[in-house]
T-cell receptor, first 111, second 113 residues
Framework: DVKVTQSSRYLVKRTGEKVFLECVQD?????MFWYRQDPGLGLRLIYF???????EKGDIPEGYSVSREKKERFSLILESASTNQTSMYLC??????????FGPGTRLTVT | GDSVTQMEGPVTLSEEAFLTINCTYT??????LFWYVQYPGEGLQLLLK?????DKGSNKGFEATYRKETTSFHLEKGSVQVSDSAVYFC????????????FGKGTRLSVIA
């Protein structure tokens, strides 16, 4: 089974902190994605990556950056966390048309 | 750009009732279509998919048919159970490459005994 793991299920950070959300997949997938999920808005794409050291902006990249130094790991970085970044963050990976697999999510609260 | 519109919830049904969740899409070319399900406290799981017109995806009693003429991919189940209570997301991606999924806003289903 494909497994996508995220470093934390719940995270509480203070405004202005630098926050790292880590995601690891174990199926050698080339593509990895970060989404945020908010009630009434569904899932919105933040960033994605087709290969190591490559990244593409999604629909809402402002306030975020990403890092992909190894194929299996894709990190989302909040440079200076703000309260409007309180959300559920979902990582996913895929290989061509073989389906997209999601991690369990990290619920981030910024106070 | 590509987009997905699905019926707003929440939807509340009694056990054994018939379920329909409507989904329509706007996309260039011939996208692949998906339904994902999110159970409470969990990430998204692929429920079913269809990759070309008139394909029917099915899984766990759920079905959806890719209708190109109406740009729709409605989710149906003949008899829902309490364990089907979840949020359901319709999504698409372009068949040709590695483009990300585009999601609808989700429909929350509650099934009561």
């Amino acid at each position: 089974d494909v497994k996508v793991t995220q470093s934390s299920r719940y995270l509480v950070k203070r405004t202005g902190e630098k926050v790292f959300l880590e995601c690891v997949q174990d199926m050698d997938h080339e593509n990895m994605f970060w989404y945020r999920q908010d009630p009434g808005l569904g899932l919105r794409l933040i960033y994605f990556s087709y290969d190591v050291k490559m990244k593409e902006k999604g629909d809402i990249p402002e306030g975020y950056s990403v890092s992909r130094e190894k194929k299996e790991r894709f990190s989302l970085i909040l440079e200076s966390a703000s309260t409007n970044q309180t959300s559920m963050y979902l990582c996913a990976s895929s290989l061509l048309d073989r389906g997209t697999y999601f991690g369990p999510g990290t619920r981030l609260t910024v106070t | 750009g590509d987009s997905v519109t699905q019926m707003e919830g929440p939807v509340t049904l009694s056990e054994e009732a018939f379920l329909t969740i409507n989904c329509t899409y706007t996309a260039t070319g011939y996208p692949s279509l998906f339904w994902y399900v999110q159970y409470p406290g969990e990430g998204l799981q692929l429920l079913l998919k269809a990759t070309k017109a008139d394909d029917k995806g099915s899984n766990k009693g759920f079905e959806a048919t890719y209708r190109k003429e109406t740009t729709s991919f409605h989710l149906e189940k003949g008899s829902v159970q309490v364990s089907d209570s979840a949020v359901y997301f319709c999504a698409l991606t372009r068949r040709s490459g590695n483009t990300p999924l585009v999601f609808g806003k989700g429909t929350r289903l509650s099934v009561i005994a």
